[in-house]
Each structure stands twice: as C-alpha cells, then as structure tokens.
C-alpha cells in the first residue's frame, strides 16, 4: 500500500485516487497517526498532502523525523513539502511569497527522477503563502517559479522528494506524470492494482470470512450494492441471497430493472420484499434529515433481519445460520460519515452511520476501500451489463431525502413523476453519461402562485440537481443545454399536478452537497 498522510485539507482524497489510477492501491491515514503504526503498515511508499496551514502557524500538524529515516519512500506536496523541508533541516521563509493558481514552473531535468520526459516549462497549480529558500543537505533542486527559488527537490539515494505545487490537481498540467515517476521510478512501485486483482484479492477474502455460514446481500437497484452482490456471488454464490427491499421510496422502474438485470447477468438468488408500509409508518412526521437517514438505516436492518429467519425456515432444520450482511459501503461513504479519519460527519450515509446498535450481523463490505470508478471497473471485470454498471448513483434512502419536510405517499407519487420526466429527456438527450447523476427535489412544505389556463394554482416547486463529479467528493453543478431544461420544466409543470415550479440548483459541492438531505 502507499500511505496518503492526510494534513487535513481536501487534497488527500484526490491524490489517494491518483495513486490508484496509477494502478497502485493508496489507503488515506491521518497526520496524528504516530509514525511507528504508519510503519507497521509496511507501506511502499508515503505521500504527505497539502493543508491548509503554515509550517509556522500555532498548532500547525507536523511529523515526526522518523518517518524520513525508515527508508521508506516519501513524496511531499506543498505542506507536505514544506513540512519535509523544515524537518530535515532546510529554510522555508514566511516572506510573502505567496502563489495561488496557476503558475509556471521551470524544471531543471539533469539528475531528476520527477520531472524526466515532461517539458522545461510546465503549468502547475499552486497554494501556499510560505516559499522554500533553501533544500536541505542531500537534495537536489529541481524546479523553481519566479516566486520561488526551490519549488522541487530530490534525493535519489534517501528516495526522499517534495513538491511545492498540487500534482494531484487537473490544472497541473504533467502532475499524474511526476506522481508515477515517483511511484514507479522513485518508489520502485509496480502498477499491479487493476480489476483484476481487486476481484482475485477480494473473492479469497469474502471465501475465508464467510465459510460455510450463509449471507443475505441487500440490492438497491445501484452499482454498488448490485457489484457488492456480484463479487460475494462469485464467492460463495450458493450461500447467498440477495434481497431488494422496496421500501416504497424507489424510483419508477426500479424493482422491475433489479429483477430482470440483476438477476439474468449473475443468476444470483433473488428474495424480494415489499416493505414500504413499515418505510413509510417509521417516517411519518419525521422531517429532520439525519432522524430520516437513521431511520430508513434501521428498517432496513430489521427487514432484512425478517428476511434472515425466513431464508433459515426455507432451508429448514439443516439451514446454517446467516450470519453475514453484504453492503456495497464505497471509501467515500465512510470517510464521509466520519469513519474514515477523524473527518466530520456531514451525513449519515444510511448504511454507515445510519445501522443500529444491536446489529445481529457480521458486515461484509467488499467495496469498502474503492471509488466509485473502481467499482464500476470492477463490475465490469465481472461481467455485469452496462444497464447496470454504468448507472447513475441513486441512494440507498432513495427519494426520502429528495423530498424536503415529511415523506407521505401523495408528495412520493409526485416526486416520482416529476424524476421519471426528467430521467426521461435526460436519456433522450444522450446526456446519461456527462452527467453525474440528476436529483429532482420536491420543497414538499413550499408553495408558490402560478396560473395555468385561466386558473390560479398554489402548487410546489421542485429542484433540479445535475451535477458533475468525478467520485462524488467534490462536484460543479452541470451546464445543461436550455432547450433540454426548458423540455423539462414544460413536461414536468403540464403533467404533474400540483407542481407548477421548476428550478435549477446551481451550487458546486463544497459547499453544498449532492442530495439535499
Ligand atoms: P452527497 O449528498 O453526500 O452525496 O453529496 C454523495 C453521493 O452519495 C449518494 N448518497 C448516498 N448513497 N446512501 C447511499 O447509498 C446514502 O445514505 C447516501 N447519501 C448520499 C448521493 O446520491 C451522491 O451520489
């Protein structure tokens, strides 16, 4: 593995992905980390990533000389850089130089392991207010801006190397380039990290884990739970029963796609359940966001606690016991329920921190160390369908945090017409694959005046959410074309009753997030 020490700013995430694009498995620890567990993990290699602070700042994190001296590898970017630079004793000044943006690097290539094949001139992003003046003993500089003196240096033989810039960033014109030169040369790494070995790895793992015992799987119609699902039924295909809870809370369509996708492309074994009168009674009054993320987190554990005794009944006195339960959990959906790194909970994904305390369950989570884009490589790799591996994410708690207030059957029916409308003209537009994913909202306790005909109406608006992203960490709201908005809201305002108001959301993630709730 390689170790992405996370300084605490944004980039950790990014450049933990970059690493696996490079075909190398990256896992995200926290600066607070002591060195010596950092090193009990036997990392090949350790990248420092920016944050938000200077080295000079009260309380700045910093880290332990140790860590340069175990022979391990070490790539620092900007803090990180900085961090390297003041530790093993060279000058970082807080002079004001300051560089944000883009900015222009000149890279001196004699004696670099960086910056080999890639050009003297190169556009580069930066973020820092301190600058490196001096590279400490042992290193050779490598690259410089007009700021800058020392924005690059290396040490072949310590196979210790900084950068002052983000090379994990888009705008950083060569940096996927200089981050493999540090991973495959510097680190002496090799891209082994493909579709291939993940199943491989993750088949004997579920195979040791799992035994004789049996496992229930819960499909929501999504990529992951339907990959989860794909990758236990390779391993232990005859021990497991997928179940599709309809919780009442699905789009138009979904239980019938499950069911016919799903289960033709894995001949998986397939249970399904009609739960939405429990959905539906748990949530009543209930219009608080994270109380409705625990609760359909809850009900679903109960259903499929249910599902368990029937499956052992079915099976009859003989039945091994099910023990486990598969969840198609993604790196993002722990890291961002707080479970990752000390990260702030900012929701309570309802298969994270949504599943009750007295869980009877052992978890299986065979995903939970992948992006979103590996799951679908994975998929692939499986053999399931485009139909499913190339959907949109749709949440496990599906429209009940699209619908802002309480969740009644009546604000779901309109919601769901509204959303098939849209997914409708969306697909007809062959704008499936730019987009993301596209949330319709209702404002179910909003009203506003419009007139349709020659007659008033006092109906709801709801909220279109097109976004872009490439992980769903961070995402920019879609430049969707006019005429196909316009197609929407006419369609949506005509045929829906009781909505008579269409909007747009046109907020990047941060700071607002995917879903509204
Ligand atoms: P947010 O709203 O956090 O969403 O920006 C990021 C991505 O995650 C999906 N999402 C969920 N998926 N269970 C899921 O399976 C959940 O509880 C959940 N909440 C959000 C969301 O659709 C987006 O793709």
């Not at 490196?132 to 042992?138: D, F, I, M, Q, V």
């Not at 035994?211 to 021990?239: F, H, M, P, T, Y």
């Not at 009859?316 to 990260?343: H, I, K, N, R, W």
């Amino acid at each position: 593995t390689v170790l992405v020490v996370d300084f605490g700013a944004q980039y950790a995430q990014l450049i933990a992905r970059r690493v696996r694009e490079a075909r190398v498995f990256s896992e995200i620890v926290p600066s607070t980390m002591p060195v010596a567990e950092m090193l009990a993990k036997e990392p090949k290699a350790i990248i420092l990533s920016g944050g938000p602070s200077s080295v000079y700042a009260d309380g700045a994190p910093s880290i332990d000389r140790a860590l340069f001296e175990a022979g391990v590898p070490v790539f620092g970017m900007c803090y990180g850089f900085q961090l390297m630079a003041t530790t093993l004793g060279g000058t970082v000044d807080n002079n004001g130089a300051r560089e944000y943006g883009r900015t222009d690097l000149t890279v001196s290539k004699s004696g670099s392991t960086l910056f080999e094949g890639t050009p003297d001139e190169q556009v580069v992003w930066m973020s820092h207010g301190d600058a490196c003046s001096a590279a400490p003993e042992g290193f050779t500089v490598t690259a410089s801006t007009g700021q800058v003196p020392v924005a690059a240096f290396e040490d072949d033989e310590r196979r210790l190397y900084g950068v002052q810039y983000h090379p994990e960033v888009m705008h950083s014109t060569f940096g996927q380039q200089v981050l493999e030169h540090f991973l495959y040369r510097g680190a002496r790494i090799a891209p082994t990290w493909t579709a291939g070995s993940i199943v491989e790895e993750q088949v004997a793992l579920i195979r040791e884990r799992v035994g004789s015992k049996r496992a229930i799987c819960g499909l929501s119609g999504g990529v992951d739970s339907a990959v989860a699902a794909a990758l236990v039924n390779e391993a232990v295909g005859s021990q497991l029963t997928c179940v599709y809870v309809d919780h009442g809370l699905m789009r138009t369509g979904e239980t019938e796609q499950v069911e016919k996708d799903f289960v033709a492309a894995t001949g998986a074994q397939l249970k399904v359940v009609d739960a939405s009168e429990r959905f539906l009674n748990a949530l009543a009054g209930v219009t608080d966001p994270e109380e409705k993320r625990k609760i359909i987190g809850r009900e679903f554990i109960r259903v499929f606690e249910q599902a368990q005794a029937e499956i052992i009944a079915e099976a009859g006195s003989d039945g091994e016991d099910v023990a486990f339960l598969v969840q198609g959990t993604l790196y993002p959906d722990v890291v961002e329920s707080g479970g990752g790194t000390g990260t702030a909970n900012i929701k309570s994904h309802h298969n994270v921190g949504g599943l009750p305390e007295d869980l009877e369950f052992e978890l299986v989570e065979p995903l939970r160390q992948l992006f979103k884009d590996e799951v679908r490589m994975v998929g692939q790799e499986l053999g399931l369908p485009d139909e499913i591996v190339q959907r949109q994410p749709f949440p496990g708690p599906g429209l009940g945090i699209r619908i802002i207030g309480e969740v009644t059957r009546e604000r779901l029916d309109l919601l769901r017409q509204a959303d098939a409308i849209a997914r409708e003209e969306l697909t007809a537009a062959g704008l499936d694959r730019d987009i993301w994913q596209c949330p319709v909202v209702l404002l179910a306790d909003v009203r506003s005046v419009g007139v349709q005909g020659d007659g008033r109406t006092y109906g709801h608006p709801v909220v279109l959410r097109p976004v872009s992203s490439e992980d769903a960490m961070t995402a920019d709201w879609s430049r969707l074309p006019y005429d196909v908005l316009a197609t929407i809201s006419n369609r949506i305002t005509n045929e829906v009753r009781d909505i008579n108001r269409v909007t747009l959301d046109v907020t990047s993630k941060p700071p607002g997030t995917i879903e509204w709730e």
